[in-house]
């Protein structure tokens, strides 16, 4: 079973930046995509960004502009850089690995800005 592990949420302040880390246990080629979601509490976990095995990125109309998804193939690590922070970004960041319908999850890692 594939597992994904995140790291480098924390506390910042509105504007400040993050990046976030997920380390997967097999090469992630193997999956369809790998990206992020979010939740905050009382809201449904909702998508962040997202990158396909052909290199294609989504994102949320929400970050667009401000964050950025990456991945490092030799290490099968997937990023999320997160610029301008708001107070809204505030949630359970968790990292997901998808194949055909089939979705893995990390643990998350709290992201939360305030002043």
């Known amino acids: 079973q594939v597992q994904l592990v995140e790291s480098g949420g924390g506390l910042v302040q509105p504007g400040g930046s993050l990046t976030l880390s997920c380390a997967v246990s097999?090469?992630?080629?193997?999956?369809?995509?790998v990206g992020w979601y979010r939740q905050a509490p009382g809201s449904q976990r909702e998508l962040v960004a997202t990158?396909?095995?052909?290199?294609?990125?989504d994102y949320a109309d929400s970050v667009k502009g401000r964050f950025t998804i990456s991945r490092d193939n030799a290490d099968n690590t997937v990023y999320l850089q997160m610029n301008a922070l708001k107070p809204e970004d505030t949630a359970i960041y968790y990292c997901?690995?998808?194949?055909?319908?089939?979705?893995?999850w990390g643990p998350g890692t709290q992201v939360t800005v305030a002043s």
């Open positions: 997901n690995a998808r194949i055909l319908s089939r979705n893995n």
């Open positions: 097999e090469n992630i080629f193997n999956f369809n995509a």
């Open positions: 990158i396909n095995v052909g290199g294609r990125t």
